[in-house]
């Protein structure tokens, strides 16, 4: 283990890493294998650690750009993403780098697996899901958590955010667990739907806005074990 990260392996060819409170995952196949998300630290340490679990050639690839989310690129290969985000990953402190597009619907290919871009636009403006349908997982990014999720600031449009919950409800067939970026490591589907639920129940003022976990200029509503910052 890297100094600074946590590895857990959650199955045969996938690892969660986990950095503080947020968590990247590596996907590997038996032909390539894909880094989820690249944590906080600006280093290479992330890509020297992924190098020691997996021989494979490494794609990277966004869910989405906030910063605690594409600190360790450094390392790595030119990233992909979805193109609806290259404005606010430029915002982030990243312009002028360079990027590989990923559309909705395009699938990387592992050898023994795939994973499918999925656009589930909201937290940020080309969030993507990535789904492994063989294995019947989804990985989500920041949009599911049983921690807390953001939905205050610049890029963030919650009636985005309740139609991309509605596009992955719509797909519950397609996946069993959810793997989110912050919280717990792995949920159960049911997540995505008690989460579009209390941000139906936010917007309706159905929720009483609390103090947050700490200074932040919005307030936290609960539902269902879902925790908003709007």
């Known amino acids: ?5 946590e590895v857990t392996s959650l199955a045969d060819g996938l690892w969660a890493i986990v950095e503080g409170m947020v ?26 650690l992924v190098g020691r679990l997996t021989d494979k050639p490494i794609d990277l690839v ?6 605690d989310h594409t600190g360790g690129q450094v390392g790595f290969d030119t990233p992909m ?9 430029c915002s982030r402190g990243n ?20 994973l499918e871009a ?18 019947r997982r989804l990985f989500v990014g920041d949009t599911i958590s049983d921690v807390w999720i953001y939905l205050f600031g610049p890029g963030r449009n919650p009636m985005a955010f309740i ?34 639920r209390t941000v139906e129940k936010l917007l309706a003022g ?10 932040m200029p919005c307030k936290a509503y609960h539902s269902e074990s879902v925790t908003l910052l709007y």
């Open 118 to 135: 999925v656009l589930i636009p909201g937290h940020t403006p080309g969030s993507i899901a990535l789904l492994d349908r063989a294995n």
């Open 163 to 196: 139609e991309s919950l509605k596009k992955l409800e719509g797909m519950a067939d397609c996946y069993d667990t959810v793997f989110p970026c912050h919280g717990s490591l792995e949920l159960e589907t049911e997540w995505v739907f008690r989460t579009r």
């Open 206 to 215: 159905e929720l009483e806005g609390k103090d947050p976990p700490r200074e």
């Open 62 to 67: 966004f869910t989405h750009t906030d910063p």
């Open 23 to 48: 968590c990247c995952f590596l996907v590997a196949g038996d032909e390539r294998a894909v880094v989820i998300d690249s944590c906080m630290s600006k280093s290479t340490t992330l890509s020297e």
């Open 1 to 5: 283990m890297s100094k600074g990260y």
């Open 95 to 114: 312009e002028g780098r360079a990027v590989i597009p990923l559309w909705e619907g395009d699938v990387l290919d592992l050898g023994n697996m795939s």
């Open 81 to 89: 993403l979805h193109p609806s985000e290259y404005d606010y990953y």
